[in-house]
């Protein structure tokens, strides 16, 4: 057999060994059929790995369904938190690697890849080792009988990750899911299935048992659809759109009822005051807001709404800024935007771009292409806007803002309100009663005030309306993949 693995090589020098097979109980196997995977900063192909069908998901099912009963949600906490943590400190020494095969295969910038995500993936694994053996139940006072609580594990619990940061979301699906006992199938993106791939070798080496994690790369409308319609697999973590989300929800409903757990789109709304002190501040957290890894985020504070007094100061100097940062080699050290992940997303962040301005939006700084290679656009900047134009509504998922005057809280809290999302949303004012009644009055699932875009493992993220159900992170998350069980034992009472 031809062997899965194959070296890939990034611009800066940096070689890494991948295994580009689909890792089903502790092994990595064939697929169906492969798939090309693409450097959006060239559009060149990287590799090409294994893509799972409906054949591969059974077998990673029966893997997982295997290692549950065969000791794993009855293994020693204490001993889930050493894995997780094992598993920690390999992606630490590993870094390297890893945010090399990230920033190839999905374009983030080096440097920032380098700050933040395998941090995040430790700090997000150190936090849910530690909760390995604080889930308790409850001991409820009733007459004649000893009434007790206990949380157990799921069992088999699928998650589908997406292409904006694999290894964050690798992190949030998988944590919580062991932590709790339960044992877990991961799809990745198809377009970016490297890092995850890596990671995968990783959790071999830490010496998680055959079956516990396993995780697999193929389309939606194959391997996905097989996973949200397994009768094997009692819940499902989604992030990702809402039209995929919809179909989960409905496979699941159809199949055995799988617990749900859904992290959606948004267009969340950021909202400046002018009482605050510090403008430039304002001006570098709402330009991180937007425009951090090129727009591609579910939480981008993609509608900036500034009230009257500031409007003007605020745009001449969010336009500065913007100008100032570089697009661009996601390798060079002075990038601040890497490209788009796709040459489909290319094309629909560019045909929103020329929706806006023809439905009459002013297209105050940017809107073309950068570059003759690759899928980079420059960061755009829309004024005169209406809340009825189409890129105040819908979710552009690239480096796209509308920059909107606003006259006091009222206005701008019916406006910002004024949308199917509630994921996220910013407040930017000196007084600490506004803050406090904004916060109260915005309906979104995380509210940052006097900053933006800052999250960790303790907070739980999440969405209202059509962002999504359920939470992940923090201990809200652990209810997602626990079932609460009740126990009454008769302690002499003959009635």
């Known amino acids: 057999m031809t062997s899965l693995l194959t070296e890939v090589s990034a611009p800066d020098g940096h070689k890494v060994t991948v295994n580009t097979g689909l890792f089903i109980n502790n092994e990595f ?13 060239t559009g060149k192909i990287i590799t090409s790995v294994q893509a799972a069908e409906k054949e591969q998901v059974d ?23 050493r894995l997780m943590r094992k598993l920690a400190d390999l992606v630490k020494r590993d870094a390297e690697d890893l945010v090399h095969l990230e920033t190839l295969d999905m374009g983030k910038p080096l440097e920032t890849s380098r700050a933040g995500d395998p941090s995040a993936f430790i700090d997000y694994f150190q936090y849910y080792a530690g909760f390995c053996d604080k889930l308790h139940g409850k001991v409820i006072e009733t007459e004649g009988k000893l009434s007790y609580t206990v949380h157990e594990p799921i069992g088999i619990v699928a998650g589908i990750i997406p292409w904006n940061g694999p290894m964050v979301m690798l992190a949030w699906k998988i944590a919580p899911a062991i932590c709790t006992g339960n044992t877990v199938v991961l799809k990745t993106s198809e377009l970016t ?5 890596k990671i995968a070798e990783l959790i071999k080496e830490a010496g998680f048992p055959p079956g516990v994690i396993n995780i697999i790369t193929g389309y939606g409308s194959k391997a996905g659809e097989a996973i949200s319609r397994h009768m094997k697999v009692s819940k499902i973590s989604f992030t990702g759109s809402l039209a995929t989300g919809r179909a989960i929800m409905k496979a699941a409903a159809e199949t055995n009822l799988k617990k749900v757990t859904l992290e959606l789109g948004g ?18 957290w709402s330009h991180l807001g937007i425009y951090y890894n090129a727009g591609q985020s579910c939480c981008a504070g993609a509608r900036i709404y500034v ?3 500031v409007y003007e100061r605020f745009l001449e100097k969010f336009k500065a800024l913007t100008l100032s940062k570089k697009v661009g080699d996601p390798f060079s050290a002075e990038t601040f935007q890497g490209p788009q992940i796709s040459e489909t997303q290319f094309n629909r962040i560019m045909n929103y771009i020329a929706i806006g301005k023809k439905e009459g939006a002013t297209c105050y700084l940017g809107g073309e292409r950068v570059g003759d290679q690759g899928y980079f656009i420059e960061p755009t ?12 509504k819908e979710e552009i998922f690239g480096p796209v803002v509308t920059i909107v005057k606003f006259k006091d809280a009222d206005d701008v809290i019916a406006k910002a309100n004024n949308t199917e999302y509630g994921l996220g949303a910013g407040v930017f004012t000196s ?11 915005l309906e979104a699932g995380t509210v940052w005030v006097n900053h933006y875009y800052s999250h960790t493992p303790a907070e739980p993220f999440g969405g209202y309306k059509q962002s999504g159900i359920g939470r992940e992170c923090g ?16 302690t002499g009472n003959p009635f």
């Open 59 to 81: 077998l990673a099912v029966e893997a997982a369904h295997k290692a549950f009963y065969g000791g794993w949600k009855t293994t020693n906490p204490r001993e889930r938190a």
């Open 307 to 309: 009230q009257e007094g």
């Open 431 to 441: 007084n600490i009663t506004r803050a406090v009644k904004m916060s109260n009055a």
């Open 381 to 392: 900047i829309f004024t005169d806007v209406t809340e009825e134009m189409t890129i105040m």
């Open 29 to 41: 196997v064939t697929g169906s059929s492969t798939i090309d995977t693409i450097n959006p900063a």
């Open 193 to 197: 299935p490297l890092s995850a791939l």
């Open 267 to 284: 267009k969340s709304p950021n909202i400046i005051f002018d009482d605050v002190e510090n403008l430039d501040e304002v001006v570098f």
């Open 475 to 490: 201990e809200y998350a652990l209810s997602n993949y626990t079932q609460v069980k009740a126990i009454k034992i008769n």
